[in-house]
Protein backbone atom coordinates (compact mmCIF):
# COMPACT_ATOMS: atom_id res chain seq x y z
CA UNK A 1 0.00 0.00 0.00
CA UNK A 2 1.63 3.15 -1.03
CA UNK A 3 0.29 6.57 0.57
CA UNK A 4 0.47 10.23 -0.07
CA UNK A 5 -0.36 13.15 1.97
CA UNK A 6 -3.01 15.51 1.16
CA UNK A 7 -2.45 18.93 3.15
CA UNK A 8 -4.65 22.21 2.76
CA UNK A 9 -3.80 25.22 5.09
CA UNK A 10 -5.29 28.19 7.05
CA UNK A 11 -3.41 31.41 6.93
CA UNK A 12 -4.38 34.78 9.02
CA UNK A 13 -2.77 37.44 7.00
CA UNK A 14 -2.46 40.84 9.38
CA UNK A 15 -3.73 43.71 7.30
CA UNK A 16 -1.42 46.67 8.10
CA UNK A 17 -4.16 49.05 8.06
CA UNK A 18 -3.98 52.36 9.82
CA UNK A 19 -7.19 51.81 12.11
CA UNK A 20 -8.75 48.42 13.42
CA UNK A 21 -10.94 46.55 11.48
CA UNK A 22 -14.17 48.24 13.14
CA UNK A 23 -12.77 51.00 14.94
CA UNK A 24 -10.61 53.84 14.90
CA UNK A 25 -8.13 52.63 16.98
CA UNK A 26 -4.33 52.74 16.03
CA UNK A 27 -3.34 49.30 14.10
CA UNK A 28 0.00 50.05 14.66
CA UNK A 29 0.06 49.58 18.49
CA UNK A 30 1.95 46.04 18.15
CA UNK A 31 4.86 47.21 20.74
CA UNK A 32 2.53 50.26 22.02
CA UNK A 33 2.34 48.93 26.35
CA UNK A 34 -0.60 46.90 26.80
CA UNK A 35 -4.22 48.06 26.43
CA UNK A 36 -3.35 51.42 25.25
CA UNK A 37 -4.72 51.08 21.78
CA UNK A 38 -8.21 50.03 22.28
CA UNK A 39 -11.95 52.09 22.93
CA UNK A 40 -15.35 50.70 23.72
CA UNK A 41 -15.87 48.80 20.11
CA UNK A 42 -12.79 46.49 20.19
CA UNK A 43 -13.30 45.70 24.04
CA UNK A 44 -16.79 44.93 23.39
CA UNK A 45 -18.82 46.88 25.33
CA UNK A 46 -22.60 46.82 25.10
CA UNK A 47 -24.60 49.24 22.59
CA UNK A 48 -21.15 50.24 21.00
CA UNK A 49 -21.68 49.66 17.07
CA UNK A 50 -18.68 48.25 14.64
CA UNK A 51 -17.98 50.46 11.34
CA UNK A 52 -16.15 48.22 8.76
CA UNK A 53 -12.71 49.52 7.55
CA UNK A 54 -12.87 50.79 4.05
CA UNK A 55 -9.16 49.87 3.70
CA UNK A 56 -8.83 46.32 5.27
CA UNK A 57 -12.09 46.01 2.36
CA UNK A 58 -9.90 47.40 -0.31
CA UNK A 59 -7.05 45.30 1.42
CA UNK A 60 -9.16 42.03 1.09
CA UNK A 61 -10.26 42.66 -2.53
CA UNK A 62 -6.55 43.11 -3.82
CA UNK A 63 -4.90 40.30 -2.10
CA UNK A 64 -7.72 38.01 -3.16
CA UNK A 65 -7.20 39.23 -6.96
CA UNK A 66 -4.07 38.65 -6.44
CA UNK A 67 -4.18 34.75 -5.38
CA UNK A 68 -6.45 34.79 -8.66
CA UNK A 69 -10.21 35.06 -6.50
CA UNK A 70 -13.22 36.05 -7.55
CA UNK A 71 -15.19 38.72 -6.02
CA UNK A 72 -17.82 38.07 -4.21
CA UNK A 73 -20.44 40.72 -5.61
CA UNK A 74 -22.34 41.49 -2.44
CA UNK A 75 -20.72 40.29 0.58
CA UNK A 76 -21.23 40.05 4.12
CA UNK A 77 -20.11 39.87 7.83
CA UNK A 78 -20.94 37.31 10.25
CA UNK A 79 -20.51 36.60 13.73
CA UNK A 80 -19.09 33.70 14.97
CA UNK A 81 -19.78 32.43 18.57
CA UNK A 82 -17.44 31.31 21.17
CA UNK A 83 -16.56 31.63 24.57
CA UNK A 84 -12.97 32.60 25.30
CA UNK A 85 -11.04 35.09 27.28
CA UNK A 86 -9.11 37.07 24.60
CA UNK A 87 -12.93 37.47 22.97
CA UNK A 88 -14.78 40.14 24.92
CA UNK A 89 -18.20 40.46 22.66
CA UNK A 90 -18.48 36.34 22.96
CA UNK A 91 -18.56 36.50 19.28
CA UNK A 92 -15.81 37.42 16.37
CA UNK A 93 -17.30 39.24 13.55
CA UNK A 94 -15.81 37.32 10.66
CA UNK A 95 -17.29 35.60 7.40
CA UNK A 96 -19.27 33.05 6.59
CA UNK A 97 -21.36 31.80 2.97
CA UNK A 98 -20.03 35.57 1.22
CA UNK A 99 -16.37 35.72 1.93
CA UNK A 100 -14.73 38.81 -0.04
CA UNK A 101 -12.86 36.58 -2.86
CA UNK A 102 -13.70 32.61 -3.09
CA UNK A 103 -12.10 30.01 -5.96
CA UNK A 104 -8.72 31.18 -6.55
CA UNK A 105 -6.31 29.19 -8.55
CA UNK A 106 -2.63 29.43 -7.97
CA UNK A 107 0.52 27.63 -10.05
CA UNK A 108 3.90 28.16 -8.66
CA UNK A 109 8.02 26.48 -8.65
CA UNK A 110 8.57 24.10 -5.94
CA UNK A 111 11.98 25.31 -5.67
CA UNK A 112 12.53 22.48 -2.91
CA UNK A 113 11.20 19.35 -4.67
CA UNK A 114 13.17 16.52 -4.31
CA UNK A 115 13.35 12.94 -5.79
CA UNK A 116 9.90 12.53 -7.81
CA UNK A 117 7.93 15.27 -5.93
CA UNK A 118 6.29 18.14 -8.11
CA UNK A 119 8.43 20.62 -9.31
CA UNK A 120 5.63 22.74 -10.38
CA UNK A 121 2.04 22.21 -8.62
CA UNK A 122 -1.04 24.17 -8.82
CA UNK A 123 -3.42 25.16 -5.48
CA UNK A 124 -6.84 25.95 -5.66
CA UNK A 125 -8.30 28.89 -2.88
CA UNK A 126 -10.86 27.78 -1.34
CA UNK A 127 -11.92 31.84 -0.19
CA UNK A 128 -10.27 34.58 0.94
CA UNK A 129 -12.65 36.36 4.50
CA UNK A 130 -12.10 38.98 6.42
CA UNK A 131 -12.03 38.78 10.22
CA UNK A 132 -11.13 40.94 13.27
CA UNK A 133 -8.36 39.84 15.54
CA UNK A 134 -8.77 38.16 19.38
CA UNK A 135 -6.53 39.61 21.96
CA UNK A 136 -3.44 38.51 23.10
CA UNK A 137 -3.25 36.28 26.08
CA UNK A 138 -0.43 36.16 27.76
CA UNK A 139 0.17 33.36 30.65
CA UNK A 140 2.05 34.46 33.55
CA UNK A 141 4.58 33.47 35.59
CA UNK A 142 3.98 30.24 37.80
CA UNK A 143 0.55 29.30 35.80
CA UNK A 144 -1.49 31.34 38.79
CA UNK A 145 -3.19 34.36 36.03
CA UNK A 146 -3.27 35.23 32.54
CA UNK A 147 -3.36 38.61 31.30
CA UNK A 148 -5.17 40.04 27.77
CA UNK A 149 -3.88 43.15 25.95
CA UNK A 150 -6.69 43.83 23.79
CA UNK A 151 -4.24 46.28 21.64
CA UNK A 152 -4.75 43.01 18.72
CA UNK A 153 -8.19 42.65 19.43
CA UNK A 154 -10.13 43.89 16.57
CA UNK A 155 -7.20 44.22 13.97
CA UNK A 156 -8.29 43.50 10.32
CA UNK A 157 -7.33 40.17 9.36
CA UNK A 158 -7.44 38.07 5.79
CA UNK A 159 -7.97 34.49 6.09
CA UNK A 160 -6.95 32.60 3.21
CA UNK A 161 -8.10 28.72 3.35
CA UNK A 162 -7.10 26.87 0.55
CA UNK A 163 -8.47 23.05 -0.92
CA UNK A 164 -6.56 20.11 -0.21
CA UNK A 165 -3.96 19.70 -2.80
CA UNK A 166 -0.60 20.05 -1.36
CA UNK A 167 0.74 16.67 -1.48
CA UNK A 168 4.28 17.84 0.61
CA UNK A 169 5.30 19.92 3.31
CA UNK A 170 7.61 21.41 0.87
CA UNK A 171 5.11 22.61 -1.04
CA UNK A 172 3.56 24.53 1.65
CA UNK A 173 6.16 26.06 2.47
CA UNK A 174 7.25 27.51 -1.20
CA UNK A 175 3.77 28.55 -1.27
CA UNK A 176 3.33 30.31 1.87
CA UNK A 177 6.74 31.99 0.84
CA UNK A 178 5.37 33.00 -2.57
CA UNK A 179 2.16 34.52 -0.48
CA UNK A 180 4.53 36.36 1.68
CA UNK A 181 5.93 38.24 -1.22
CA UNK A 182 2.62 38.45 -2.91
CA UNK A 183 1.67 40.61 0.77
CA UNK A 184 4.06 43.06 0.99
CA UNK A 185 4.16 43.60 -2.86
CA UNK A 186 0.92 44.59 -2.71
CA UNK A 187 1.63 46.54 0.53
CA UNK A 188 -0.93 44.98 2.33
CA UNK A 189 0.95 43.71 5.31
CA UNK A 190 3.81 42.87 6.09
CA UNK A 191 3.68 39.10 6.20
CA UNK A 192 6.32 38.58 8.88
CA UNK A 193 5.91 35.04 10.36
CA UNK A 194 8.01 35.40 13.23
CA UNK A 195 6.12 38.52 14.24
CA UNK A 196 2.42 36.39 13.65
CA UNK A 197 1.82 38.91 10.69
CA UNK A 198 1.25 35.68 8.56
CA UNK A 199 -0.11 32.34 10.87
CA UNK A 200 -0.76 29.12 9.60
CA UNK A 201 -2.58 26.24 10.22
CA UNK A 202 -2.13 23.21 8.39
CA UNK A 203 -4.06 20.30 7.56
CA UNK A 204 -3.27 17.13 6.93
CA UNK A 205 -3.92 13.40 6.04
CA UNK A 206 -2.91 10.44 4.29
CA UNK A 207 -4.85 8.63 1.45
CA UNK A 208 -4.33 5.42 -0.94
CA UNK A 209 -2.26 6.02 -4.09
CA UNK A 210 -4.22 3.80 -6.27
CA UNK A 211 -1.78 1.89 -8.03
CA UNK A 212 -3.36 -1.39 -8.51
CA UNK A 213 -5.25 -1.79 -11.64
CA UNK A 214 -7.18 -4.37 -9.22
CA UNK A 215 -8.25 -1.94 -7.34
CA UNK A 216 -11.63 -0.12 -8.09
CA UNK A 217 -10.72 3.66 -7.27
CA UNK A 218 -14.60 4.48 -5.67
CA UNK A 219 -13.47 1.84 -3.33
CA UNK A 220 -10.62 3.42 -1.83
CA UNK A 221 -11.57 6.90 0.02
CA UNK A 222 -10.52 10.20 -1.80
CA UNK A 223 -10.06 11.97 1.75
CA UNK A 224 -9.55 10.93 5.58
CA UNK A 225 -9.80 12.48 8.41
CA UNK A 226 -7.73 15.10 9.12
CA UNK A 227 -5.35 16.82 11.70
CA UNK A 228 -5.12 20.15 11.91
CA UNK A 229 -1.96 21.72 13.45
CA UNK A 230 -1.70 24.72 15.16
CA UNK A 231 0.60 27.03 16.71
CA UNK A 232 2.86 27.61 13.56
CA UNK A 233 5.34 30.49 13.71
CA UNK A 234 7.80 30.26 11.45
CA UNK A 235 8.82 28.73 7.57
CA UNK A 236 10.61 26.04 9.28
CA UNK A 237 7.97 25.38 11.97
CA UNK A 238 5.13 24.13 8.60
CA UNK A 239 7.96 22.07 7.02
CA UNK A 240 8.86 20.09 10.22
CA UNK A 241 5.66 20.33 11.62
CA UNK A 242 4.04 18.63 8.19
CA UNK A 243 6.83 15.71 8.17
CA UNK A 244 6.36 14.93 11.82
CA UNK A 245 2.36 14.49 11.06
CA UNK A 246 3.37 12.67 8.33
CA UNK A 247 5.34 10.31 9.74
CA UNK A 248 3.42 9.86 12.88
CA UNK A 249 0.06 8.84 9.94
CA UNK A 250 2.24 6.75 8.48
CA UNK A 251 2.72 4.77 11.32
CA UNK A 252 -0.08 4.58 12.13
CA UNK A 253 -1.45 3.25 8.84
CA UNK A 254 1.04 0.73 8.88
CA UNK A 255 -0.46 -0.86 12.03
CA UNK A 256 -3.59 -1.17 10.76
CA UNK A 257 -4.83 2.06 12.68
CA UNK A 258 -5.62 4.86 10.75
CA UNK A 259 -6.67 8.43 12.30
CA UNK A 260 -10.55 7.86 12.65
CA UNK A 261 -11.33 11.12 13.30
CA UNK A 262 -10.37 15.07 12.75
CA UNK A 263 -8.39 16.63 15.17
CA UNK A 264 -6.51 19.47 16.59
CA UNK A 265 -2.60 19.20 17.63
CA UNK A 266 -0.13 22.04 18.53
CA UNK A 267 3.33 22.19 17.39
CA UNK A 268 5.57 21.80 20.22
CA UNK A 269 8.65 24.05 19.18
CA UNK A 270 11.24 22.53 21.78
CA UNK A 271 10.45 18.86 21.99
CA UNK A 272 9.89 19.11 17.84
CA UNK A 273 6.85 17.00 17.54
CA UNK A 274 3.08 17.57 17.62
CA UNK A 275 0.31 17.40 20.50
CA UNK A 276 -3.52 16.29 20.26
CA UNK A 277 -5.30 18.97 21.76
CA UNK A 278 -8.92 18.34 21.12
CA UNK A 279 -11.09 16.84 18.70
CA UNK A 280 -12.51 19.68 16.52
CA UNK A 281 -15.64 21.02 16.81
CA UNK A 282 -17.83 22.03 13.35
CA UNK A 283 -18.99 25.01 12.02
CA UNK A 284 -22.63 24.03 13.50
CA UNK A 285 -21.11 24.75 16.83
CA UNK A 286 -20.26 28.66 16.30
CA UNK A 287 -23.87 29.08 15.49
CA UNK A 288 -22.72 31.57 12.87
CA UNK A 289 -25.30 34.42 11.85
CA UNK A 290 -25.53 37.54 9.56
CA UNK A 291 -24.05 40.75 11.90
CA UNK A 292 -27.10 42.68 12.41
CA UNK A 293 -25.10 45.59 13.08
CA UNK A 294 -22.82 45.49 9.46
CA UNK A 295 -24.96 46.54 6.01
CA UNK A 296 -24.00 44.09 3.51
CA UNK A 297 -20.45 44.90 1.19
CA UNK A 298 -21.31 46.13 -2.44
CA UNK A 299 -18.12 44.68 -3.73
CA UNK A 300 -18.61 44.77 -7.91
CA UNK A 301 -17.44 48.52 -8.41
CA UNK A 302 -15.01 48.74 -5.77
CA UNK A 303 -13.33 45.58 -7.30
CA UNK A 304 -13.07 47.86 -11.15
CA UNK A 305 -11.60 50.46 -8.76
CA UNK A 306 -9.27 48.65 -6.50
CA UNK A 307 -8.17 46.16 -9.88
CA UNK A 308 -6.34 49.41 -11.11
CA UNK A 309 -4.16 49.61 -8.43
CA UNK A 310 -2.91 46.27 -8.77
CA UNK A 311 1.36 46.31 -8.69
CA UNK A 312 3.18 43.92 -10.60
CA UNK A 313 3.23 40.68 -8.99
CA UNK A 314 6.35 38.55 -8.56
CA UNK A 315 5.42 35.71 -11.07
CA UNK A 316 5.35 38.45 -13.69
CA UNK A 317 8.05 40.13 -12.73
CA UNK A 318 10.27 37.36 -13.09
CA UNK A 319 9.34 36.82 -16.18
CA UNK A 320 9.78 40.14 -17.16
CA UNK A 321 13.28 40.16 -15.87
CA UNK A 322 14.61 37.06 -17.87
CA UNK A 323 12.78 38.43 -21.11
CA UNK A 324 14.09 41.64 -20.41
CA UNK A 325 17.12 41.71 -19.01
CA UNK A 326 18.53 38.06 -20.34
CA UNK A 327 18.86 36.98 -16.42
CA UNK A 328 18.73 33.71 -15.96
CA UNK A 329 15.92 31.79 -13.86
CA UNK A 330 17.44 31.53 -10.34
CA UNK A 331 19.04 35.22 -10.79
CA UNK A 332 15.68 36.40 -11.68
CA UNK A 333 14.12 34.73 -8.93
CA UNK A 334 16.51 35.67 -6.20
CA UNK A 335 16.25 39.65 -7.43
CA UNK A 336 12.55 39.43 -7.36
CA UNK A 337 12.61 37.75 -3.71
CA UNK A 338 13.55 41.27 -2.09
CA UNK A 339 11.26 44.78 -3.87
CA UNK A 340 14.45 46.81 -3.15
CA UNK A 341 16.58 44.86 -5.09
CA UNK A 342 14.37 44.13 -7.63
CA UNK A 343 13.60 48.43 -8.12
CA UNK A 344 17.71 48.73 -8.10
CA UNK A 345 17.73 46.06 -10.79
CA UNK A 346 15.68 47.66 -13.06
CA UNK A 347 17.01 51.09 -12.45
CA UNK A 348 20.58 49.97 -13.23
CA UNK A 349 19.20 48.36 -16.59
CA UNK A 350 17.50 51.12 -17.57
CA UNK A 351 21.05 53.61 -16.60
CA UNK A 352 23.17 50.89 -18.79
CA UNK A 353 20.97 51.02 -21.77
CA UNK A 354 20.64 54.76 -21.47
CA UNK A 355 24.67 54.45 -21.54
CA UNK A 356 24.96 52.51 -24.64
CA UNK A 357 22.87 54.98 -26.60
CA UNK A 358 25.16 57.78 -25.51
CA UNK A 359 28.15 56.44 -25.29
CA UNK A 360 28.36 56.05 -29.09
CA UNK A 361 28.99 51.77 -28.92
CA UNK A 362 28.31 50.44 -31.65
CA UNK A 363 26.99 47.47 -30.04
CA UNK A 364 23.41 46.51 -30.07
CA UNK A 365 21.21 46.09 -26.73
CA UNK A 366 20.12 42.80 -27.09
CA UNK A 367 23.61 41.81 -27.74
CA UNK A 368 24.85 43.14 -24.50
CA UNK A 369 22.06 42.90 -22.13
CA UNK A 370 23.49 39.39 -22.01
CA UNK A 371 27.09 40.39 -20.95
CA UNK A 372 25.24 42.85 -18.56
CA UNK A 373 23.28 40.18 -16.90
CA UNK A 374 26.22 38.38 -16.22
CA UNK A 375 27.73 41.21 -14.82
CA UNK A 376 25.00 41.86 -12.98
CA UNK A 377 24.72 38.15 -11.51
CA UNK A 378 28.15 38.47 -10.34
CA UNK A 379 28.50 41.58 -9.05
CA UNK A 380 24.76 42.48 -7.84
CA UNK A 381 23.98 39.37 -6.87
CA UNK A 382 27.32 37.75 -5.08
CA UNK A 383 30.05 40.53 -4.68
CA UNK A 384 27.87 43.23 -3.57
CA UNK A 385 25.47 41.18 -1.40
CA UNK A 386 28.23 39.94 0.23
CA UNK A 387 29.76 43.43 0.93
CA UNK A 388 26.65 44.88 2.09
CA UNK A 389 25.61 41.67 4.28
CA UNK A 390 29.60 42.47 6.10
CA UNK A 391 29.09 46.66 6.54
CA UNK A 392 25.31 45.94 7.62
CA UNK A 393 23.31 48.02 5.44
CA UNK A 394 20.62 47.63 3.06
CA UNK A 395 20.06 48.34 -0.71
CA UNK A 396 17.47 51.05 -0.10
CA UNK A 397 19.62 52.93 2.40
CA UNK A 398 23.09 52.41 0.84
CA UNK A 399 25.31 55.56 -0.55
CA UNK A 400 25.16 52.96 -3.55
CA UNK A 401 23.14 54.56 -6.15
CA UNK A 402 21.89 53.05 -9.01
CA UNK A 403 23.74 55.45 -11.51
CA UNK A 404 26.87 54.55 -9.98
CA UNK A 405 26.74 50.98 -10.03
CA UNK A 406 25.73 51.11 -14.00
CA UNK A 407 28.70 52.90 -14.46
CA UNK A 408 31.06 50.55 -12.99
CA UNK A 409 29.81 47.81 -14.71
CA UNK A 410 30.33 49.96 -17.70
CA UNK A 411 33.73 50.17 -16.46
CA UNK A 412 33.88 46.11 -16.39
CA UNK A 413 32.36 45.85 -19.73
CA UNK A 414 34.91 48.13 -21.13
CA UNK A 415 38.16 46.29 -19.91
CA UNK A 416 38.56 49.71 -17.41
CA UNK A 417 39.33 48.31 -14.47
CA UNK A 418 40.34 44.40 -13.93
CA UNK A 419 38.30 42.16 -11.34
CA UNK A 420 40.33 42.76 -8.16
CA UNK A 421 40.28 46.50 -8.75
CA UNK A 422 37.03 45.98 -8.97
CA UNK A 423 36.49 44.49 -5.81
CA UNK A 424 38.25 47.40 -4.30
CA UNK A 425 35.74 50.13 -6.81
CA UNK A 426 32.89 48.72 -5.34
CA UNK A 427 33.33 48.94 -1.36
CA UNK A 428 34.62 52.52 -1.91
CA UNK A 429 31.55 52.82 -3.84
CA UNK A 430 29.71 51.57 -0.97
CA UNK A 431 31.24 53.53 1.77
CA UNK A 432 31.67 56.47 0.72
CA UNK A 433 29.05 57.10 -2.05
CA UNK A 434 31.47 58.46 -4.85
CA UNK A 435 31.16 57.53 -8.54
CA UNK A 436 33.57 54.95 -9.81
CA UNK A 437 35.10 56.69 -12.37
CA UNK A 438 36.25 59.50 -9.87
CA UNK A 439 37.69 56.62 -7.48
CA UNK A 440 39.25 54.79 -10.20
CA UNK A 441 41.27 57.78 -10.60
CA UNK A 442 42.13 58.87 -7.53
CA UNK A 443 43.34 55.54 -6.77
CA UNK A 444 44.91 54.85 -10.25
CA UNK A 445 43.30 51.42 -10.68
CA UNK A 446 42.72 52.07 -14.46
CA UNK A 447 44.60 49.61 -16.52
CA UNK A 448 47.47 51.35 -18.39
CA UNK A 449 49.87 48.70 -19.47
CA UNK A 450 49.26 46.66 -22.94
CA UNK A 451 49.95 43.46 -20.90
CA UNK A 452 47.03 44.50 -18.21
CA UNK A 453 44.56 45.38 -21.04
CA UNK A 454 44.94 41.48 -22.65
CA UNK A 455 45.26 39.99 -19.29
CA UNK A 456 41.99 41.36 -18.51
CA UNK A 457 40.56 40.25 -21.78
CA UNK A 458 41.93 36.74 -20.68
CA UNK A 459 40.26 36.64 -17.70
CA UNK A 460 36.35 38.15 -19.20
CA UNK A 461 37.21 34.77 -22.07
CA UNK A 462 37.63 32.57 -18.98
CA UNK A 463 34.86 33.83 -17.08
CA UNK A 464 32.39 34.03 -19.93
CA UNK A 465 33.26 30.34 -21.37
CA UNK A 466 33.09 28.24 -17.98
CA UNK A 467 32.05 24.70 -20.50
CA UNK A 468 35.41 25.36 -22.89
CA UNK A 469 37.35 26.32 -19.83
CA UNK A 470 36.01 22.88 -18.18
CA UNK A 471 36.55 21.35 -21.39
CA UNK A 472 40.10 22.32 -21.55
CA UNK A 473 41.14 21.45 -18.02
CA UNK A 474 39.36 17.77 -18.48
CA UNK A 475 42.63 17.23 -20.83
CA UNK A 476 40.69 18.48 -24.26
CA UNK A 477 43.56 20.37 -25.67
CA UNK A 478 42.20 21.55 -29.14
CA UNK A 479 39.64 24.04 -26.73
CA UNK A 480 42.35 26.52 -25.69
CA UNK A 481 42.09 27.48 -29.62
CA UNK A 482 38.69 28.53 -29.29
CA UNK A 483 39.54 30.67 -25.90
CA UNK A 484 42.87 32.33 -27.81
CA UNK A 485 39.96 33.39 -30.82
CA UNK A 486 37.66 34.54 -28.61
CA UNK A 487 40.35 36.41 -26.85
CA UNK A 488 41.30 37.82 -30.58
CA UNK A 489 37.67 38.91 -30.79
CA UNK A 490 37.81 40.35 -27.25
CA UNK A 491 40.65 42.70 -28.17
CA UNK A 492 39.85 43.76 -31.74
CA UNK A 493 42.62 41.41 -33.19
CA UNK A 494 45.54 43.74 -31.47
CA UNK A 495 46.80 41.07 -29.38
CA UNK A 496 49.48 38.55 -30.51
CA UNK A 497 48.19 35.21 -30.43
CA UNK A 498 51.09 33.30 -28.84
CA UNK A 499 51.14 35.69 -25.66
CA UNK A 500 47.36 34.94 -25.33
CA UNK A 501 47.77 31.85 -25.77
CA UNK A 502 50.84 31.85 -23.53
CA UNK A 503 48.96 33.76 -20.70
CA UNK A 504 45.76 31.62 -21.15
CA UNK A 505 47.55 28.79 -20.51
CA UNK A 506 49.28 30.00 -17.19
CA UNK A 507 46.27 31.45 -15.57
CA UNK A 508 44.28 28.40 -16.68
CA UNK A 509 47.14 26.05 -15.11
CA UNK A 510 46.31 28.28 -11.79
CA UNK A 511 42.72 27.90 -11.56
P1 LIG B 1 -13.09 22.19 8.79
O1 LIG B 1 -14.50 21.77 8.75
O2 LIG B 1 -12.26 21.39 9.73
O3 LIG B 1 -12.90 23.66 8.92
P2 LIG B 1 -12.68 22.42 5.98
O4 LIG B 1 -13.28 21.47 5.04
O5 LIG B 1 -13.30 23.76 6.11
O6 LIG B 1 -12.51 21.73 7.38
O7 LIG B 1 -11.18 22.59 5.57
C1 LIG B 1 -10.26 23.28 6.35
C2 LIG B 1 -8.90 23.08 5.73
O8 LIG B 1 -8.53 21.72 5.78
C3 LIG B 1 -8.80 23.47 4.27
O9 LIG B 1 -7.55 24.08 4.04
C4 LIG B 1 -8.87 22.15 3.53
O10 LIG B 1 -8.18 22.19 2.34
C5 LIG B 1 -8.21 21.22 4.50
N1 LIG B 1 -8.72 19.85 4.42
C6 LIG B 1 -10.01 19.46 4.34
N2 LIG B 1 -10.09 18.12 4.34
C7 LIG B 1 -8.83 17.63 4.40
C8 LIG B 1 -8.27 16.33 4.43
N3 LIG B 1 -9.00 15.23 4.42
N4 LIG B 1 -6.92 16.24 4.52
C9 LIG B 1 -6.15 17.32 4.56
N5 LIG B 1 -6.63 18.58 4.53
C10 LIG B 1 -7.95 18.74 4.47
ZN1 LIG C 1 -11.01 50.23 19.29
MG1 LIG D 1 -13.87 25.17 7.75
New binding site residues.
Given amino acids: MTLEP?????IHVQLKTKSKMFCGCDNRAEDAPPNTAVCPICMGHPGTLPVANAQAINYGILASLAIGCRITPQSKFDRKNYFYPDLPKGYQISQFDKPVGVDGKMTLENPYAKGNERTVFTIGI?RLHLEEDAAKLQHAEGGRASLVDFNRAGTPLAEI?????FASASEAKAFLQELRLIMRTLGVSDADMEKGHLRC?A???L?QVIDDPAVEKESVAR??????VKNLNSFKAVERALEYEILRQTKLWEIGTPPMV?TTRGWDEDKQITVEQRV?E??ADYRYFPEPDLPPLELAELENAVRRTMPELPEAKRQRFREEYALGTADAKQIVETPGLADFTEQTFSELREWLSSSGEKEEWDAVKPKFAKLVSGWLLSKLLGLMAEIKTDIRIAKLTPENFAEFLTLLHAGKINSTSAQEVLRAMLESGQDPSQIVAERGLEQVSDLGDLELAVDNVILANEKVVGDYKAGKQAAIMFLVGQVMKETKGKAKPDLVREILEAKLGKL
Fill in positions: VIGLETVTEPDDNVSRFNPKTETKDS
